[in-house]
């Protein structure tokens, strides 16, 4: 496995299997005859695209910013409610449950009330995103805080290493994979959640993002204006994604397995 | 909390507004910038608010606009939707009041294909409906003939009514039949007005605002139906530029035929012989819509007609 | 220094795990300040089990482990090598080592120069920003002596710190260690599965028996405290080592 | 720790807790002077949920429904996937990213051609909340499968175990605590996304679900019973994550740390 | 059973990791199917890479590892005794020691047959059902022994595997290794910091020098085969042992 031979593997292979899987799409829209309002062929999604460009850049920007924004928070605020939880056992008794409990109301009840306390726009998008992404880290991390060897923990009770000592040199480095996988997931909801965002909450006077374009080209037919905007989703949800991957070559390459036998971009 | 401020900077709102030291007004539409809104850009292109002393932003509203919080949280003065929406907010305790029509008649309809069996609503007993679950009109026409309906969520698209050829959705006339007709479809509109619903559309505000400022609701109300009837009668451009603007989906084909529709159908006019004109609300009529709307259990108490609705402004 | 080691009591310590067999049975010892004790006995005799009940890592079924009252009253100060040196993979060697002055809020300038004195002093001087994971097996367990060195601790506790070192390494060790015991005063808790280094190193020797650990016996070793290799060589060594043997496998094969 | 001072504790803290929340929620309330259709008293939601009883309990049922469907094929293929994912080396290169996208892809845009294929009702909205949970899962578990320490990878090898002994012999166990990360997160994901599934493909023929629900009081603009509905989709998603940490408890109990040191039922 | 052990040849095999210093220099060995050679060298010198090179876990930088023409041309059995007895902590002390038995698709009544007997002769038969966090250490590598003799290897790769052992149990388990090599043949390499045990069990010992690591030497054994623990007290022995230890430290001081 030579660096380069490598590097034309992870680009090679997944041409290949994009390759396949457009031809799988065209077979798909041939074999059943499907007319461009249900499935438009790739290359019509190309040309929506390309006709549409400066309004889906617009929109592609308004999304990233929201979703920039509720991603920011979700890991941020995220990774400190799990050191709370982590740190204060009645916490994680007492409001860890809550936690799960607000996870778990449909974005569709609660966007009447962010829209009522926040700024339709960025701020309910944004809010919106984080909401969608929060658990995850959460889950992640506590995870990965609670699973660290129980000699380590011993060797700072040892030591008399006060709580924050505990908590910051020998639980956060330990869940640090924990928390990257948390990340991730939330990477890839951070655009899907400013889109959903943006169709529950959105205000489309102050530049609508992509849920909005997607929400216009619903209401006129233009599915291939509908995959294009997706497209680009996908495209900024990607570079969450690889944020995230490179943050955790960062941090973890000196020192955690996974990285060392199997090399994955993703 | 901290968003509660609002729009973009504190309000302006001068106790005597003048071109020059506007009142600042902001309205909420029930839809993304479309014809059905074109009175409202006609008045603000054509500079009838400014003449009145008022500087309107028109926020486009969307599949869940939530307009209502936003009046109520004062971060929009007026809001659009239909009367037995607002009455159904006034049953809810919410203290907003109708102030003005925009569309005299409703125009709501059911879209199937021309060749569906259906010819009435009736024949519709069973069948699967896209629609908005929980809009009024759908327990009005079940109870009223005794069908029942396959409701399944609208979402805004089209896809699946041209997908398949006994679809049924809930469309505006203005709207959907130009797009499916478009795309190969020949449609019929079954209208919702002929069963008896026919709900003005209009705008309502906060009952104090109304209250603490009459002149400003007042000064809005005449320049929107001063935008209105030259939206309806002169010339649609400025409204027509301003909406496509906003709105990337909005060709000039698809806004004259929005357009037409309008005229044609009346409905912004309504009918003069009926004492039906730009703007008004008619207590008679919005007595008779409550009253059968409660008559049908929509509405489960009866409301004093001063609580979601004013005809003060429009004398 | 030295006063800091404290006297330490085991009265009738017993210790079993859930339901399990008793792992220790009623052990009785006394332990003056200062005292170096090795403890040997076989495989699975609780030897360990008995080094983290000293820690407070695991508490007594029965029985009980006393310090004396410390001058402030507060736990004595230990340190613990662990079979396995437990080291935390994200550190080099140095940030392992200083980890308990950090822990200790040490000033960065002061633990740096201890943790690369002490990395030296464990021939580990070329590799201080290597990982863990780059480490041979006698590598991490000289980086674990290393840190629990680096704090003085009042009591030591050292559960085979040197079996998988070899003889040239483990002897400069096993000097080192004595020469900072003489120095620092504390009390160890030597776990050893070798006669020879238990002689050398031990005031006492304490031969638990397996199923369950009993103190088979006590073994005091009188030999002078200051040893050197030196001493390796003479008769009077190998005859305790041989005295000790004898003993130990004369209870044993009981 | 005792364990009926355990016990004890796992159910004063929450109590606790929920007495402080519903306090904080009446104080805002009043503070505000909030009306019912913006924030319905505690109370006032139990009115409505009782109202309401016959209606949702049929639609608790049918949301259950579909998000049992969509929970157990996400846990399920998701898992499944995770496994081909880490047996072939060319799926993880060439496949992975289309999952990513896949997951990228906001429900609005799928929807339409999910409810063609499928017909509105429970398959797609199962297949709605399947989307929503997938991903979690795979991301999860194929960080598992790749945290395996490198040691046990070439005890493995050395052995010659073939690859699918590898797989559910050594990365598959080693992988659970990862996995079962992934399927809390599921487990929470499961009833939003029947809700959401309802929301774009219910039908009050098929028995609309809470989702469907919750668009009928929107549209009367009920807010008691939207709380109500939503009250019942979070004590339905602590029925999922119930399930799922009594698995972990099952499996984990006898040989992971984190069980052990901290016992922690959520 | 014999004929399996395949002849080893080490030439001019050498091993860096990335940019570091070279880790062996030049390794030049010729194994005999069915040798016993016993790796003795200071700690971070080498003999886990070493040991890891043959098993193929590790490809030497420079050099090669020659395997003779195995009847159908595959690589030989291995097993490896890690020096950490890298045990899956899922799987009890029966379900580790039959795992290579279960990955060579033995059927289930025979395996947990030969696991429950291996695990009786290396005197964890009590603990058959724990779970590895309930051993001792020395229990793991006790374990880790047992799973390694499970198969019969061609060639048996151990890590330090007595380290962790007192004398006693670490001398039968000696005996019982050199007997299972008598019957079962395989090629042994043999890491330990024990002369005396490396004297008892191998044919040659190869002597590794540190930095970087070169065969310094290579003391053949002139011992008879068939060794038991009487050999122990034997004057021979003893001179065999003193005269490996003397060639070793002439060496290793140079
Ligand atoms: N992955 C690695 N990266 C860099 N250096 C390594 C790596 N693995 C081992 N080394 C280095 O190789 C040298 C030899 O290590 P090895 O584990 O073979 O020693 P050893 O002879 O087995 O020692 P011990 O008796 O202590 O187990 C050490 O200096 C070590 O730092
Ligand atoms: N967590 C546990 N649960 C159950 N039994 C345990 C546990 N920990 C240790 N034991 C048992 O206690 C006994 C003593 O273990 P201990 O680790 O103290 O042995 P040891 O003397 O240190 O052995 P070694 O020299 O092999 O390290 C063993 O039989 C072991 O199985
Ligand atoms: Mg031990
Ligand atoms: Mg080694």
């Known amino acids: 496995m030579s660096p380069t031979g490598t590097w034309r593997e992870y680009i090679g292979w997944p041409l290949l299997f994009g390759a396949g899987l457009l031809g799988l799409w065209y077979a798909v829209k041939g074999i059943f005859a499907l007319p461009a309002y249900t499935l438009p062929a790739p290359h019509e999604v190309l040309g929506a695209l390309f006709d549409q460009r400066t309004a889906l850049a617009r929109a592609a920007l308004a999304t990233a910013k929201g979703s920039l924004a509720g991603f920011s928070a979700a890991v941020g605020l995220g990774f400190a409610l799990s050191l709370l939880i982590a740190a204060f056992r009645v916490l994680r008794i007492g409001l860890y449950p809550y936690v799960l409990f607000m996870q778990m109301v449909p974005i569709i009840a609660t966007a009447a009330i962010i829209v009522t306390w926040l700024d339709a726009g960025l701020p309910s998008v944004a809010a919106i995103a984080f909401l969608i992404g929060f658990f995850p880290v959460v889950a992640s991390t506590v995870a990965g805080l609670h699973s660290v060897p129980s000699e380590q923990v011993e060797l700072f009770r040892l030591y008399k290493a006060r709580p924050w000592q505990e908590l910051f040199l020998l639980r956060v480095p330990s869940s640090l994979p924990y928390f990257f996988t948390g990340a991730k997931i939330a990477a890839t909801l951070a655009v899907i959640g400013s889109v959903t965002g943006e169709i529950f909450a959105g205000s489309t006077a102050r530049g609508g993002g992509l849920g909005f374009m997607i929400l216009i080209y619903k209401s006129s037919v233009n599915t291939p204006g509908i995959f294009a905007a997706t497209l680009l989703c996908c495209l900024l949800g990607f570079l969450f994604v690889g944020a995230v991957l490179l943050l955790k070559r960062f941090f973890l390459r000196k020192w955690h397995d996974s990285l060392d036998t199997d090399f994955n971009p993703l | 909390l901290f968003a509660l401020a609002g729009c973009g900077g504190p309000d302006h709102e001068p106790a005597e507004p003048t071109p020059e030291n506007p009142f600042r007004v902001v309205l909420q539409t029930d839809w993304f910038a479309q014809p059905e809104h074109g009175g409202f850009y006609q008045a603000l292109e054509k500079g009838y608010y400014r003449e009145a002393g008022l500087d309107v932003e028109i926020l486009e509203g969307g599949p869940n606009a939530m307009s209502v919080q936003k009046v109520l949280s004062r971060r929009a003065h007026f809001a659009m939707n239909r009367a037995d929406t607002v009455m159904t907010f006034a049953m809810r305790g919410m203290p907003v009041v109708m102030v003005m029509a925009t569309l005299q008649h409703d125009p709501q309809g059911i879209l199937l294909h021309a060749d569906d069996p259906a010819q009435t609503i009736e024949d519709l007993d069973g069948r699967r409906v896209m629609a908005v679950p929980g809009l009024a009109w759908i327990a009005y026409v079940e109870r009223k ?142 007595r008779a819509l409550h009253d059968e709307l409660h008559a049908l259990g929509i509405l489960d108490e009866r409301l004093p007609l001063e609580t979601f609705f004013t005809d003060e402004f429009l004398r | 220094m030295i006063a800091k080691a404290p006297e330490i009591e085991f009265r009738r310590v017993s210790k079993r795990f859930g339901a399990g067999p008793l792992v220790l049975d009623g052990l009785d010892l006394k332990v003056s300040p200062g005292e170096f004790i090795c403890v040997i006995g076989p495989s699975g005799c609780g030897k360990t089990t008995f080094l983290r009940m000293v820690a407070g890592l695991s508490r007594p079924s029965g029985g009980e482990i006393r310090f004396d009252a410390q001058a402030d009253g507060t736990r004595p100060e230990l340190a613990f090598i662990f079979q396995d040196a437990t080291l935390l993979p994200w550190l080099t060697v140095l940030g392992n080592i200083e980890l308990p002055l950090r822990l200790r809020g ?73 020469a900072l015991h003489r120095r620092e005063g504390w009390t160890a808790f030597f776990v050893t599965h070798s006669v020879t280094e238990a002689v050398f190193l031990a005031d006492r020797i304490l031969v638990l028996a397996a199923e369950p650990a009993r103190v088979e016996t006590i073994i005091p070793v009188d030999l002078p405290r200051a040893r050197t290799l030196a001493l390796r060589e003479s008769d009077e060594f190998h005859d305790a080592v041989a005295e000790a043997t004898r003993r130990m496998h004369s209870v044993l094969a009981r």
């Not at chain 3, 991490?140 to 998988?164: C, H, I, N, T, Y």
């Open chain 3, 106 to 178: 040490e000033p960065r300038a002061e633990r740096r120069a201890t943790a690369a004195r002490l990395t030296a002093e464990v021939g580990l001087g070329a590799v201080g920003d290597y990982h863990p994971r780059q480490l041979s097996g006698g590598m991490k367990m000289r980086v674990s002596l290393a840190r629990a060195l680096s704090l003085s601790p009042d009591v030591l506790l050292l559960d085979e710190p040197f079996g998988a070192l070899d003889a040239i390494t483990r002897n400069r060790l096993n000097e080192d260690l004595l």
């Open chain 2, 145 to 286: 003939y005794g069908i029942t309906l396959d409701i399944v969520p609208h979402d805004f698209g089209m896809e699946r009514f041209l997908a398949d050829p006994r679809f049924i959705q809930q469309c505006l006339v203005t709207n959907e039949p130009y797009y499916m007709e478009k795309h190969g479809a020949e449609v019929r509109v079954l209208r919702l007005s002929e069963a008896g619903f026919n709900p003005y559309h209009g705008i309502y505000c906060r009952r104090d605002f109304a209250e603490a400022r009459p002149d400003i609701v007042q000064r809005f109300i005449d320049a929107s139906i001063r935008g209105w009837t030259d939206f309806i009668e002169g010339d649609p451009a400025p409204a027509f530029d301003a909406i496509a603007a906003r709105n990337p989906k909005m060709t000039p084909d698809f806004m004259a035929y929005a357009h037409g529709r309008l005229v044609e159908d009346r409905l912004v006019t309504g009918f003069p012989e009926r004492g039906e004109a730009v703007g008004r609300l008619g207590p008679e009529r919005m």
